[in-house]
């Protein structure tokens, strides 16, 4: 069950560390990816809000020392935001830009049409911190430029 917008952005503020990627950015990549649902992949291994891949929760839990777990992702939900708080943070850690550390997150190299979630997530962003996230026609924007996709279910998280 998808969490509504408000509990969403409540939950990341909470859960997420903005050093380099802010609270925005993560709603944009949670919503694009599963419409702000803790849930594993329809067809694919990856878990959580932000759909992060099995063999990138063993190199953050390598990296930084944690013990991140698809069970735990899956039922907790503040843990499902901070994996992909910290997956972002390694990269950028490990020396990428914050924008190819974006890349990679999406899997850019992998397929190159997913440049363009990139570019919707950060459309996202700007639309949030442009127009704050408690008008909730802003907030409707914000998703919309996220996912155009997930049209029909904007209105029912606001």
Request: net charge negative.
């Amino acid at each position: 069950m998808s969490l509504s917008f408000s509990d969403m952005w409540d939950l990341i503020q909470e859960s997420h560390s903005p050093t380099v990627f802010s609270c925005e950015l993560l709603v944009g990549i949670f919503w694009e990816e599963t419409m702000f649902t803790n849930r594993k992949q329809l067809q694919g291994p990856a878990v959580g809000f932000g759909q992060v891949e099995p063999a990138t929760m063993k190199a953050v839990n390598d990296y930084y020392g944690t013990n991140y777990s698809v069970s735990l992702i899956l039922i907790d939900d503040p843990t499902s935001v901070a994996i992909t708080s910290d997956v972002l943070s390694m990269l950028n850690d490990k020396g990428l830009s914050p924008s190819a550390a974006l890349n990679a997150y999406a899997g850019a190299s992998v397929r190159a049409a997913n440049k363009k979630k990139v570019q919707q997530w950060l459309a996202c962003e700007r639309i949030l911190k442009n127009g704050g996230t408690d008008d909730t026609d802003n907030v409707r924007s914000a998703l919309m430029a996220a996912e155009p996709n997930h049209g029909g279910a904007v209105d029912s998280v606001l």
